[in-house]
T-cell receptor
Framework: DVKVTQSSRYLVKRTGEKVFLECVQD?????MFWYRQDPGLGLRLIYF???????EKGDIPEGYSVSREKKERFSLILESASTNQTSMYLC?????????????FGEGSRLTVL | GNSVTQMEGPVTLSEEAFLTINCTYT??????LFWYVQYPGEGLQLLLK?????DKGSNKGFEATYRKETTSFHLEKGSVQVSDSAVYFC?????????????FGTGTKLQVIP
């Protein structure tokens, strides 16, 4: 089975702290994604990566950065956390674009910024 | 741009009732269409998909037919169970700007009562 693992299920941070959310997948997928999920807004794409060291901005990249140094790992970084970044963060991976396949999601990381 | 519109929830049904969750989309090109399900406390997982017009996706008693003429992909189940209580997301995947972009609807919460 495909497995996407997010390092932390629940985090509580203070305003201004630097936050790292880690995601690892074990299916050798080229594509990896970070979404945030908020009530009434559904899933919104923050960043995605289609290869090692490659990244593209999604719909709401402001306040976030990402790192993909290895194919299996995709990290989301909040340089200076703010209260409006309190949310559920979902990582996903998928096969190459030519397959047009589905996304495989992790269980999510619920971040609270105080 | 691409968009997905789902009926707003929550939807509350009695066990064994018939379920329909409406989904319509706008997209350039020829998208693949998906339904994902999110059970409480978990990430999203694929429920079913269809990759071309008139295809029917099915899984666990759920069905959806890709209707290009009405740009719709409505989710149906003949007899729901309490265990179907979850949030359901309609999504599409298509080429956009040289890479495949996934667009999600806002989700529809289903509650099934005994």
């Amino acid at each position: 089975d495909v497995k996407v693992t997010q390092s932390s299920r629940y985090l509580v941070k203070r305003t201004g702290e630097k936050v790292f959310l880690e995601c690892v997948q074990d299916m050798d997928h080229e594509n990896m994604f970070w979404y945030r999920q908020d009530p009434g807004l559904g899933l919104r794409l923050i960043y995605f990566s289609y290869d090692v060291k490659m990244k593209e901005k999604g719909d709401i990249p402001e306040g976030y950065s990402v790192s993909r140094e290895k194919k299996e790992r995709f990290s989301l970084i909040l340089e200076s956390a703010s209260t409006n970044q309190t949310s559920m963060y979902l990582c996903a991976s998928s096969p190459p674009d030519r397959v047009r396949g589905e996304l495989f999601f992790g269980e999510g990381s619920r971040l609270t910024v105080l | 741009g691409n968009s997905v519109t789902q009926m707003e929830g929550p939807v509350t049904l009695s066990e064994e009732a018939f379920l329909t969750i409406n989904c319509t989309y706008t997209a350039t090109g020829y998208p693949s269409l998906f339904w994902y399900v999110q059970y409480p406390g978990e990430g999203l997982q694929l429920l079913l998909k269809a990759t071309k017009a008139d295809d029917k996706g099915s899984n666990k008693g759920f069905e959806a037919t890709y209707r290009k003429e009405t740009t719709s992909f409505h989710l149906e189940k003949g007899s729901v169970q309490v265990s179907d209580s979850a949030v359901y997301f309609c999504a599409l995947r298509t080429n956009s700007g040289g890479y495949q972009k996934v667009t999600f609807g806002t989700g529809t919460k289903l509650q099934v009562i005994p």
